[in-house]
Structures are given as structure tokens and as C-alpha cells.
């Protein structure tokens, strides 16, 4: 079995040198929502198919002016020790934007979402890595004990007030924010999504019922054994549908708010009003730094519009042709949505340093004590 493992590790491995991660991005990350995703649909977990495979929960990616459901999924962890942390949904102040998930030795921040199966919001309590194996947790995950050995049962308090919403932030979205121990996991290395990954999301893009304005929230297909297998007898449909309020289409607004491919085809960036704690100390130095955050962005937004306006004008230069054009037009697009996603991110990293800390519950009085 050992052996086994290591072929499936170094078939990954292989896989993920020909997956280009720029190429994962341009489908789930960098673009701007005006309308929050679908919730989560209820469905339950198949089988897991194997020793080293880990859950990566189902989401809601958005593709051709809609939202579309990718599976959950088992897939291979490419790396002895590594975790998953989910992708998840955000607010940026201007749209919803997509953060993308990744494997490495720690779970991340995942947006406080309660993505289930070990995923309650933080961390994760479906396993764990002992002796070069995954030890699953019978808990939370669907295992047959009988071909795989390494398990045990600890039940695991989901501390997560029970909800279905899939993002973070914005009207009505999860109000949780990164710890300082998940800030300090998204600097440590990891990998992006497998190529297994990558090609379980374009699956999912192209199946027309995953789409949310045809299952209205409620895929048919909610889970599968194995990326990709979309017709296995072991796929899982949602037992319950999730909310799903798209926008008027009829009035011509498909709620997608643009990929631009320069910066200055970015929206104007949309900051909150000065806040009003009370405390007018902390609302100046908030203030202070919104400020001081909105210039340094412009600066970033004229630097990368420079540098890519030479670019221009040495392929002018060069008599360059149509393809080599396209190519660096798809270059700026894919820096022009990492730089908004970034802006976007330092933004609702400003705004939930200035929400009011989480309140620990009280300890409770000794025995014998009132």
C-alpha cells in the first residue's frame, strides 16, 4: 500500500508540472460578482475511494455570466503532510471576489464558511497526518473500515453557528475573520489546485445543470467519488437547495461587473463611509488608514498601467502579429485581476481589523461557587 501512495504521489506530481495555475485563475479568480453566490446545498459525502485521498468540499465558481456548482470531491493530496484550504467567496467592496483554494501543511482561512465534513469555519477535524499516512476521522467522513485501516472517531464541536451562507462579508455574508495562526498559513508554501482539480472545475463549467439558473441552487450532481466522475453510480445530489437570487437578466444586467484587461477599466474602488465607533481615536487612525491604503492602490494601479503601455508600444515597435498580441492581452487581463483581487483583499483585511473583536464566552464559576 505504501508503494502504492507514492506512485499516486509522484503521478501528481507530474500532473502538476504540465498545469499552468494562471489557467485555473482566469476561470474562479479575478473576477468581480455584483450578486452573492447561491448557499450551500445540503448533500452527503461519498465514499471515499482510497487511502491518501482528502475531501475538498463543494463551491459555487462563477463562468459564462453565472454561477455554476463544482462538486465536492476526494482527491489525492499531493503532498505527504498537506491539508486543503477551500476556496471561498468575498466581499471586495465594489463586487464579490473569489479566493482560491490551496493545499500545504496547514489549513488557511477559508472565510469562516461551513463548508461541512470537517470544514466548520476554521481549520479542519476530518483527519489527520501520522507516520507518512491520513488517519480519517469516522466523524465526519464516509469510510469503509474494512479496506481502509487508518481511522478513529473523535466527534468535533462545530463552533460555527449553523448556516448555509457561502461567503464572507457584505450584506448578510459570514462575519468571521483570519486568525493569526490562519494569516500565518496563507505565507507559508503551498501548492495550488491539482491538475485533477483543474479539470473537475472545466467538468463542472461545461455541464449545463450545474449552472444556478438551471437547478436553481439544488445541482444534481452535489458530490463525487473522484474528480471528474460526473457519471459514477457513487455520485450524490443535494438533498436540499440553497437560495439563489440573481439579478434581472431581462433588464440586461448579467451581475458580472467585468474582467478588465487594464487597470484603468477597474471600477473605481468603493470605500465604506468614515466609521463611528465612538471612539473617536480609533476612528481617525481607521480613517487614516483607508486613506493611506487608497493611495497606495492608485499608485499600483498607475505603475502596472505604465509598465503595460510599454508593452504596447514595443509590440507597435516590433510589428508584432495578431496572435503574439493576444497573448500579451491575456497577460495584462490575468495581472490586472490579480491586482484587483489583491485591493480587494487588503480592503476586507482594513475593515475587519475595525470591526469589534469576538467576545470569548465566560468561564464558568468553580464548583461549589455562584
Avoid at 461541512?116 to 491520513?134: A, K, L, N, S
Avoid at 480519517?136 to 485501516?149: A, C, D, F, L, P
Avoid at 451562507?165 to 493569526?180: C, D, L, M, P
Amino acid at each position: 500500500m505504501r508503494i502504492l501512495f507514492l506512485k499516486r504521489m509522484l503521478l501528481l506530481a507530474l500532473g502538476m508540472l504540465a498545469l499552468s495555475a494562471a489557467s485555473f485563475a482566469q476561470i474562479a479568480v479575478g473576477v468581480s460578482v455584483s450578486f452573492a453566490p447561491p448557499e450551500l446545498p445540503v448533500y452527503e459525502q461519498p465514499l471515499c475511494p482510497g487511502d491518501g485521498y482528502i475531501w475538498t468540499p463543494g463551491y459555487w465558481a462563477w463562468g459564462d455570466d453565472d454561477y455554476f456548482w463544482v462538486p465536492g470531491t476526494w482527491v489525492l493530496a499531493p503532498e505527504v503532510g498537506f491539508f486543503w484550504t477551500p476556496g471561498y467567496w468575498a466581499w471586495g467592496g465594489s463586487g464579490f471576489f473569489f479566493n482560491e483554494g490551496y493545499w500545504g501543511p496547514v489549513v488557511g482561512f477559508y472565510g469562516g464558511i461551513n463548508y461541512g465534513f470537517g470544514y466548520f469555519g476554521h481549520g479542519y477535524g476530518g483527519g489527520r497526518w501520522e507516520g507518512g499516512h491520513f488517519y480519517y476521522n469516522r466523524s465526519v467522513n464516509n469510510v469503509n473500515v474494512t479496506e481502509i485501516h487508518n481511522v478513529y472517531d473523535t466527534r468535533v464541536v462545530n463552533n460555527t453557528a449553523v448556516t448555509r451562507v457561502s461567503y464572507n462579508g457584505g450584506q448578510g455574508g459570514i462575519t468571521e475573520r483570519a486568525t493569526r495562526d490562519e494569516e500565518a498559513a496563507a505565507q507559508q508554501r503551498h501548492i495550488p489546485p491539482v491538475s485533477a482539480q483543474h479539470q473537475h472545475l472545466q467538468d463542472a463549467r461545461t455541464n449545463q445543470s450545474l449552472r444556478a439558473s438551471v437547478n436553481h441552487g439544488k445541482p444534481p450532481i452535489a458530490a463525487t467519488p473522484k474528480p471528474g466522475a460526473f457519471s459514477d453510480r457513487g455520485i450524490v445530489a443535494a438533498r436540499e437547495g440553497g437560495r439563489y437570487n440573481p439579478p434581472d437578466r431581462s433588464a440586461g444586467n448579467s451581475g458580472h461587473t467585468g474582467a478588465a484587461v487594464h487597470p484603468r477599466e477597474l471600477p473605481p474602488a468603493v470605500h465604506p463611509a468614515p466609521p463611528n465607533t465612538g471612539n473617536t481615536k480609533l476612528d481617525q487612525r481607521y480613517q487614516q488608514q483607508q486613506e493611506k491604503l487608497q493611495a497606495q492602490q492608485d499608485r499600483e494601479r498607475q505603475k502596472l498601467q505604465q509598465k503595460q503601455e510599454q508593452e504596447h508600444q514595443q509590440l507597435a515597435k516590433k510589428s508584432a502579429d495578431d496572435a503574439r498580441k493576444q497573448q500579451v492581452e491575456q497577460k495584462h487581463q490575468q495581472q490586472t485581476q490579480q491586482l484587483a483581487q489583491k485591493h480587494a483583499q487588503q480592503q476586507q483585511k482594513l475593515e475587519t481589523r475595525q470591526s469589534p473583536p469576538r467576545q470569548s464566552a465566560p468561564k464558568p464559576a468553580p464548583r461549589g461557587k455562584p
